[in-house]
């Protein structure tokens, strides 16, 4: 079942995702409409806040190998790091796979402004990587105008293949609920969508989660059962 999840600057708007209804949360600052990582106290602060109400995934992007270390000390089950495409992209897989992957779960995020790698999902599933995610930026060109359906449905096949979880996000709105979850992901991720005037730099909005979950719950009645 393809989970909501809410991506989370503060612990305010994480003590306002789950008010709503949320299970899943992205701890990640937005950075001209880029996730950015969270300093370490905050992300420590959000993580005492879920506790076991909600699962929390945390931005890793751009950091020192001492500064992910940091980040992976804080408990968070899992850090999500932006992939190149092409070689750079299996050297950094292979990088952090060796130095982190036996501490902690590893999430790798392909922006699809560069096209999905499709050759890299193997081997990030080799590197010890557990998923993966196609994640655009929090912009009206988001992630379902930036790529055609066929090759997110692609994207999400190649995954399943390598056995790793996938996520789909970046400007996804609440008409994209209804073409993306017959897909299949793992979850769908929010910020924009679920954000005050749907501006991702502005306060999470209870009133426009809820509006997101109630797609999901519609939807979600639509969707085939997997044989």
């Given amino acids: 079942m ?3 999840q809410v991506t989370v600057v503060t612990t305010d708007e994480a003590q306002a995702a789950i008010a709503a209804g949320v299970t899943m949360m992205f701890a990640a600052s937005n950075a001209e ?9 905050e992300l420590r602060a959000i993580l005492s806040l879920a506790g076991e109400r909600a699962e929390v995934v945390a931005a890793a992007g751009g950091l020192s190998a001492d500064e992910l270390a ?51 999902m193997p081997v990030a599933a080799i590197a010890g990587f557990s998923g993966v995610w196609l994640s655009g930026s929090e ?18 096949a190649s995954a399943r293949r390598s056995k790793l979880t996938v996520g789909l996000s970046g400007g996804l709105r609440v008409v994209d609920v209804g073409t993306l979850l ?19 730099a502005k306060p999470l909005d209870p009133a426009r989660i809820r509006a997101v979950a109630a797609a999901f719950a519609i939807h979600a009645a639509h969707v085939t059962p997997e044989a």
């Fill in 33 to 41: 409409g880029l996730p950015a990582p969270l300093p370490a106290g």
């Fill in 139 to 156: 912009t009206p060109d988001g992630l379902t105008k930036a790529v055609k359906l066929a090759d997110i449905a692609r994207f999400i």
């Fill in 2 to 4: 393809t989970a909501l």
């Fill in 70 to 120: 940091d980040l992976a000390a804080t408990g968070v089950p899992a850090l999500v790091l932006p992939v190149p495409v092409g070689n750079a992209g299996a050297a950094l897989l292979s990088r952090i796979g060796r130095s982190l992957a036996p501490s902690v779960k590893l999430i790798a995020a392909f922006s699809p402004e560069a096209g999905p790698d499709f050759d890299l």
């Fill in 182 to 200: 017959p897909l299949r992901p793992d979850h769908l991720g929010f910020r924009a969508a679920v954000s005050e005037d749907e501006d991702p």
